[in-house]
């Protein structure tokens, strides 16, 4: 378990080294092994903890417990009972397609915490008794010494006690762009955000350069990666709005099949019916309550959803998440690699008193120079400069055949140099050959710049590169437009001006310098100033236009992230993301109550330098705001945060495993834009289910409408048992399935975030079923009564019932594409619906007019002029349920004006 936080646990970059080492009893020169043996036995394994998990039997019987599979079992063993055995063995069919998806759903789910296991080191280098061992990294115990060298994990935190030149990319838990440089001393205050501890190592990190020693301080489960592990364990995800939206549906059609079907069966009970006959009888009628498809079309539905949105670069471990996509309102969005390319790039240049911006993003070296917004060659000052900033760098770039872009092998700062230099037409490779490097002196974290030796044409020259003071105090000449000139106070307090206003945009700004005829003894002094560079990881391209398209689509954006406030705030303010709301730190959220949180949180729109447990609250704020809360992300520090949401979306290529395994969706090409895609399938996967109940419930209103008003007025049944299975399983099946494969609406993300709140069954959508189902039972217990008051037999009276019935069905599939919309805009759009109505009619004339059929389903083989009346009072539906749609859009339907869609409010 991880100890609670209290005055008696140690701050430990707080500590100076001697303070820390006395705290754990241990020393410079590491622990016994006696000493390690007794407090890994105190202390546990250096490992992650697994959750106590549900065994899978239990996950299965949980899947029985959702009231629509319970109704269709009881539905399927009354079938079997009473000799309907394809009935039966149709709706098992569905139950157990709907029981072992939900089980495999749920049993990957826990798989996060593997994940991170997987993440830590496999071996740790340590000091014990003085001497230098390496052990499996699970043997790890708070007090040892560790070895870090460049390309090594961390295997547990740790505050360090000797830092030459180390670096450690922190990416995955932190968010920060770029490797962070270490030292030793110790710092303050207290509450520093987990990316400023710049004295400390924490576990599942990596060093990339340099080397160091540490004293490791927590293990296992209280290490930062452990405490994101117990924030995984009991993080518990919430029911989707669908998941509630369709028991919600189920109870009600329980009781409104056994209220219904008791009271015709209690009346024909009353009136001499055989009991028999009418027990056959109500389970026919219960079957035709209960939408049994309904399990079935809300899978077919999601897993089309999934297939579309895999073609769009989202990938989705739980299907009822599709669906939730539709009613989101707001995307927490981490920036590196998410928002930003996480990829360095030069985005201007100070060179010989001109302010130049560099074009492009990204590796790629492809972009241009301008000045003042023209575009412009590269001027000899420029490409001197850029000559000396690639030549002081070891990174190189490449492109990467594997997904054909291009990629950096080396410091990302050094990577955007290079690729500044190659828009230049200045490529690394001709500029090593023309200029070999002969000598270096390293950047350290004491001098903070880099020095090279080169040999050219002309002789030795020195190429340096580092932060502007720093280089500066090293230059007395400068560049300019007619030459070089002495580098006088004055020149130099304007070049900090100007470092100052890069800085002051969020871009890392670095000097850069030369000299000629240089010696590795003189490399260091009377340098030429050459310019500087002002560097960030920029957004991507089409971050923006997806910002602006969840703004029109009524969805909130807001950045979470680890990164520098100032950096933060440049990114979001350039891509809209900014506009009127706070930037809060995460030391300013520590200070937050919950209740504070939760008032304040929809005037936030940029939360910065926040841990995993920051994530957290602010998702849970919103949730408790009412929002559906969207987290993207691809650290491990995400990971709590993805999975407490309502839909976690993980980043595929650059994103951990521990990300991917805890959210619902994982874009396959890490680009922000594609949620916005996932959002429009999402949207779409939902109303087509919603056309489904609209279409199929309106058709039971009319159907038990219809009974009713027959065992009410005491005239005979119009339909008979095996009738009414009919209508339900196989005329409403197919055209049911088909309105799931609808295409989406052309004004999908234009529409404001459906609230989970309303449900489906909005009062439009109720009024909608109503009209619909009314009419279907007027017009059809209308024909059933003037049949049988014209002296014809009571089977022609139910098979023209039975034909009008269904044709109207056929009609309405049509209309309720739609709720809002005519049916006359596009109304053959759907090629499934056509093909499943053609195989219908067909179906529907061969039970009318093929003899052994006519016996099976008791019809009578109708005449032409029947068949016309039967097709005239179908279609008549159509102008009942435009005028209903039209009254809807009027907000005829609705408490107030607004309740209505945007687009209608001027109608």
Known sequence: MIPPANSSTPVWHTLTIEAATSRLGSSLHGLTVAEAARRLVEHGPNELQAAHRVSPWGLLGEQFKNVLVVILLVATGLSAFLGHGVEAIVIAVIVLFAVLLGFIQEFRAERAIEALRQMAAPTATVLREGSELEIPARELVPGDVIFLRAGDKVPADARLIEAINLQIEEAALTGESVPVEKHTAALDPSDLAVGDRKNMAYAGTASTYGRGRALAVATGMNTEFGKIAGMLQSVETGRTPLQVNLDKVGRTLAWAALVIVSMIVTLGLMRGQPFLEMLIFGVALAVAVVPEALPAVVTISLAIGVQRMAKRHALMRRLPA?????????????????????????????????????????????????????????????????????????????????????????????????????????????????????????????????????????????????????????????????????????????????????????????????????????????????????????????????????????????????????????????????????????????????????????????????????????????????????????????????????????????????????????????????????????????????????????????????MTAATLAGVPLPLSAVQILYVNLATDGLPALALALDPPEGDLMRRQPRDPRKGIFTRPVVMLMLAGGLWSMVINFGVFLWVLSSGRSLQEAMTLTFVTLVLTEFIKAYNFRSDRHSVFRRPFANKWLNLAIGWELLLLVAVVHVPFLERAFGTFNLPLADWAIAITLALSISPVLELAKWMARRGLWTNTRADLPSEFKNC
Not at 370 to 385: A, C, F
């Open 322 to 706: 599709v669906e939730t996509l539709g009613s989101t309102s707001v995307i927490c969005s981490d920036k590196t690699g998410t928002l930003t390319r996480d990829e360095m790039t030069v985005r201007k240049v100070v060179v010989a008193g001109q302010l130049l911006d560099v074009s492009g993003a990204g590796y790629e070296p492809v972009g241009r120079f301008s000045l003042d917004g023209i575009p412009v060659e590269p001027s000899i000052p420029l490409k001197r400069l850029l000559q000396a900033a690639t030549l002081a760098s070891d990174a190189r770039i490449f492109c990467d055949a594997s997904n054909g872009g291009w990629d950096v092998k080396g410091d990302p700062t050094e990577g955007a140099l290079v690729v500044a230099a190659a828009k230049a037409a200045l490529p690394k490779a001709e500029l090593d050959t023309e200029f070999p490097r002969v000598n270096e002196i390293p950047f350290t974290s004491e001098t903070k710049r880099m020095i090279t030796l080169h040999r050219g044409p002309d002789g030795v020259i020195a190429c340096c590169k580092g932060a502007p003071e720093v280089v500066l105090d090293s230059c007395t000449r400068r560049m300019t437009e007619n030459g070089d000139a002495a580098l006088d106070a004055a020149a130099k307090a304007q070049i900090l001006e100007s470092a100052r206003l890069l800085a002051s945009e969020a871009l890392r700004v670095l000097a850069v310098a030369s000299k000629p005829d240089a010696t590795l003894a003189t490399a260091e002094r009377d340098l030429t100033f050459l310019g500087l560079v002002g560097m960030i990881d920029p957004p991507r391209p089409e971050a923006k236009a997806a910002v602006q398209t969840c703004a029109t689509a009524g969805i909130r954006v807001l950045m979470i992230t680890g990164d520098h406030p100032l950096t933060a705030q440049a990114i979001a303010r350039e891509l809209g993301i900014l506009k009127k709301g706070r930037v809060v730190t995460g030391a300013e959220l520590e200070a937050m109550s919950d209740a504070e949180l939760e008032r304040d949180v929809d005037s936030i729109e940029v939360f910065a330098r926040v841990s995993p447990s920051h994530k957290l609250r602010v998702v849970t704020a919103l949730q408790k705001r009412g929002h559906l809360a969207a987290m993207t992300g691809d650290g491990v520090n995400d990971a709590p945060a993805l999975k407490k949401a309502d839909i976690g979306i993980a980043m595929g290529i650059t994103g951990t495993d521990v990300t991917k395994e805890a959210a619902a969706m994982t874009l396959t090409d890490d680009n922000f834009a594609s949620i916005v895609a996932a959002v429009e399938e999402g949207r779409g996967l939902f109303s087509n289910i919603k056309k489904y109940l609209m279409y199929l419930l309106s058709s039971n209103i009319g159907e038990i409408g219809l």
